[in-house]
């Protein structure tokens, strides 16, 4: 069953009229009406396009964070064969925010690592709704050191709200593990391929999106707090989130605008939770070019290539 956002409700009641013609027609109810459903599916699918090729910031963070988009495990599924799942950072435990591993990516070798939300209440809480602890992000430098010690890239698929914020988390060293994780990738001699899936949440994010390409889906949203967070710290007052998300230039366009990431990915219409397998296929098309584009690169120049990268970001702007 879908659901919709508050901001889709012209677009919600067009396409229930349409279901409810669609069950009359079916049963039998009455005739000659499919020039009507074909019109009003028409009517709908316009209303949709029109509403997402204007949306707000705040809406695409609506967007960002639908609870029918698909998440890291939709990707493995239809993007890499063979993949052999990795637990543990052999330091302290498993953290299954992270989902890490080895497979193959259009019948090369591949080594993924990406936050998984969950898509039911059972599997929300089992991932931490994509929120990792220390222990993941050690998984993932683990993960990443083996794959530069064979020559694999990597592939971060990043979908958080953030790290992990809890006591227990802090008393293992969560800043530490970030830094580290985030080194971790500067380090890569191997390309290395990032995809902003979802929501994109600070050091959380950051920790395994230091990559040689930074690709965003188009109704993601990438930023260093969340529009909530920043609305509570410069306001006060969480309900100004909307003005926020505005000012942050949390956007696809805007990250784009501004060089911080590398390309946009586009979405089917109504969004990656409209057409999942749509949006899956475009997110493979653009990782296979972004890494046909570092093939060709030496280790030493991968490494180098990916720092400038970085330091450049804002140098533009001054």
Not at 102 to 129: A, D, M, P, W, Y
């Amino acid at each position: 069953m879908r659901s919709y956002l508050d901001f889709e409700k012209p677009v919600a009641e067009l396409e229930a009229k349409v279901e409810e013609l669609r069950a009359m027609q079916a049963a039998g109810n009455a005739t000659d009406i499919a020039d009507d459903i074909g019109r009003l599916e028409e009517k709908a699918g316009q209303a949709l396009k029109d509403l997402y090729s204007t949306l707000t910031p705040w809406q695409k963070t609506q967007v960002a964070r639908h609870p029918q988009r698909p998440h890291c495990l939709d990707y493995i599924a239809a993007l890499i064969t063979d993949f052999m799942p990795f637990a543990g950072d052999r330091k302290f435990g498993e953290d299954e925010a992270i989902v890490g591993g080895f497979g193959r990516f259009q019948g090369e070798s591949i080594c993924v690592i990406g936050h998984e939300k969950g898509n039911t209440t059972e599997s929300r809480l089992k991932h931490n709704f994509g929120m990792a602890r220390p222990e993941g992000y050690r998984k993932a430098v683990r993960l990443m050191e083996m794959a530069d010690r064979f020559g694999i890239p990597v592939l971060a698929l990043v979908d958080t709200a953030g790290a992990y914020p809890g006591i227990d988390a802090e008393e293992r060293g969560q800043a530490e593990a970030i830094a580290r994780c985030t080194e971790a990738c500067l380090n890569l001699s191997v390309p290395n391929v990032a995809v902003i899936l979802g929501e994109g949440g600070s050091g959380g994010a950051v920790a395994i999106a230091t990559a040689s390409r930074v690709l965003m889906m188009e109704h993601a949203i990438y930023s260093v707090i969340s529009p909530e967070g920043a609305a509570s710290i410069l306001w006060r007052d969480t309900t100004k989130a909307q003005d926020a998300a505005t000012n942050m230039k949390i956007t696809a366009a805007d990250l784009s605008q501004f060089g911080i990431i590398d390309g946009i990915i586009p979405e089917p219409v109504g969004g990656a939770h409209r057409d999942p397998a749509g949006a899956i296929a475009a997110a493979g098309q653009a990782v296979a070019t972004a890494f046909a584009e570092l093939r060709e690169l030496d280790r030493e120049a991968v490494r180098r290539s990916r720092r400038d990268k970085f330091l450049a970001i804002g140098r533009g702007l001054e």
